[in-house]
């Protein structure tokens, strides 16, 4: 067993505390009551769109955005809404480098999707294959780290799925996607990745930290299955409501 997995077990076996409440818990995880107040989601909180998980408005099974242009990824599952007190979780990785919240969402995010694959007609390939979203140079210089690496690296080892390819690379640098608006971000993600792995005929989930308006990972989406994939899932920590 690779020394990086043997130390995530038994990280997962450690007494610590849960990182929003300071509740003593076993291992890299939230206590029960954190956990299930992250799930709840926002008061009032509706159904998802299973295309790309944002919250359903006045009813109807997709959102507006993706009936008026369909993504080429299949679905998106988000393990909970960008939105106090679940944004902490992902702040802390991001802004903090607090590595250690990596495989909190992992945990969170295996949850959420083996909760999906369990559904009437739903299933969970078993040679699933985990890309993370590459992150930008700016980004890497800045942090040292790329959050959707960190997490995939987790969610690997909590699905018992091969380890993360990192297949994916990006064209061009593209400016800080917090200071963008929607169609900005759209215009941008155009032809931004390209698949540089074998991928033909293989179920492919993207793997990202939030997912906003969804441009990243239907730039990587498109990539992906331009290369061959059979299928794409994107999987979040966050939503943003």
């Not at 291992?27 to 919250?55: K, T």
């Not at 929607?182 to 991928?199: D, T």
């Amino acid at each position: 067993m690779p020394l990086l997995d043997m130390g995530r077990r038994l990280l997962s076996r450690l007494g610590c505390d849960c990182p929003l409440c300071g509740a003593r818990v076993a291992g890299a995880r939230l206590c029960a009551g954190c956990q299930a107040d992250i799930l709840a989601g926002p008061a009032g909180a509706s159904a998802r769109c299973p295309r790309c998980a944002l919250r359903l408005q006045g009813g109807g099974q997709h959102c507006a955005a993706c009936l008026a242009q369909p993504q080429a990824f299949s679905r998106t599952i988000a393990a909970f809404d960008y939105a106090p007190p679940g944004d902490a979780l992902v702040l802390m990785l991001k802004t903090q480098l607090r590595l250690s919240m990596a495989p909190v969402l992992a945990r969170l995010m295996a949850q959420a999707l083996r909760e999906a694959a369990a559904q009437p007609g739903a299933h969970l390939p078993p040679d699933l294959l985990l890309v993370p979203i590459p992150a930008s140079r700016a980004s890497l210089r800045q942090r040292g780290m790329n959050p959707a690496a960190e997490i995939v690296r987790s969610l690997a080892a909590e699905l018992a799925l091969p380890a993360p390819r990192l297949l994916l690379a990006r064209r061009r640098e593209t400016p800080r996607q917090a200071t963008l608006g929607r169609r900005a971000r759209q215009r941008g993600a155009v032809g931004l990745f390209v698949c540089a792995g074998p991928i033909r005929g293989r179920h492919v989930a993207v793997v990202d930290d939030v997912m906003t308006t969804g441009s990243t990972v239907g730039a990587a989406a498109t990539a992906l299955i331009a290369a061959g994939a059979a299928s794409v899932t994107v999987l979040v920590a966050a939503r943003t409501p």
